[in-house]
């Protein structure tokens, strides 16, 4: 099943933070969160695991409750390169293999001056 | 590394033709997965393979399309016959396994059908 994002679009100014959620109804074994911006591929941002574990990259992190089937995507200081839209990806707690991952279907980010 | 390739860009085909997309994932990389994007049903997983088997084609929505991995370092994506409610970003991209692993997305093909 494909997991749900909230929310579907977000407006900020340069500076101010933003959380992003992600929510499956199934058990998850890794969260994958990506960035696409228009006209490009998604890029990767990071993975998290079951473990409940917490990840940072420069300003952005995110966390993984596996027990609420549910992770969250922070952006602190927001700048203008954070423009685009974020993707979760899921991965089902099934063992074994890279199964291909289930998407939600994105949240729009706009960063403006 | 040239990262995962595909081609063309961009297709544009009449409807009843067939489509073919082209996908030369990143060398040593065992997964090979095929996506379609589209602004209604957004980021789909349509099939994917481990070293050239395919191990998941639940995704594909018809029997129109039909995908292969002859070897480590090729696969296509075929649509025949093509219809208008194919048009869509296809991505190709392709991983290490392991549920810990990033997966790296070609720049995808555009495809329409008029």
């Known amino acids: 099943q494909q997991p749900v994002q909230s929310p579907q679009a977000v407006i900020l100014r340069e500076g101010e933070d933003a959380v992003i959620n992600c929510s499956s109804s199934?058990?998850?074994?890794?969260v994958h969160w990506y960035r696409q911006k228009h006209g490009e591929a998604p890029v990767f941002l990071m993975i998290?695991?079951?473990?409940?574990e917490q990840k940072g990259h420069e300003k952005i992190s995110a966390s993984f409750n596996e027990k609420k089937q549910q992770s969250s995507l922070y952006l602190t200081a927001s700048q203008l390169s954070y423009s685009g839209t974020y993707f979760c990806?899921?991965?089902?707690?099934?063992?074994?293999?890279?199964?291909?991952?289930?998407f939600g279907k994105g949240t729009h980010l706009i960063i403006q001056p | 590394d040239a990262g995962v390739i595909q081609s063309p860009r961009h297709e544009v085909t009449e409807m009843g033709q067939e489509v073919t997309l082209r996908c030369k994932p990143i060398?040593?990389?065992?997964?090979l997965f095929w996506y379609r994007q589209t602004m209604m049903r957004g980021l789909e997983l349509l099939i994917y393979?481990?070293?050239?088997?395919?191990?998941?084609d639940s995704g594909m929505p018809e029997d129109r399309f039909s995908a292969k991995m002859p070897n480590a370092s090729f696969s296509t994506l075929k649509i025949q016959p093509s219809e208008p409610r194919d048009s869509a970003v296809y991505f190709c991209?392709?991983?290490?396994?392991?549920?810990?692993?990033?997966?790296?997305f070609g720049q995808g093909t555009r495809l329409t059908v008029v």
């Open positions: 991209a392709s991983s290490h396994p392991g549920h810990h692993t990033e997966a790296f």
């Open positions: 199934k058990a998850l074994y890794s």
């Open positions: 998290l695991l079951k473990g409940g």
């Open positions: 990806g899921t991965r089902g707690d099934s063992g074994g293999g890279a199964d291909g991952l289930t």
């Open positions: 060398s040593g990389h065992d997964y």
């Open positions: 393979f481990n070293n050239n088997v395919p191990i998941d």
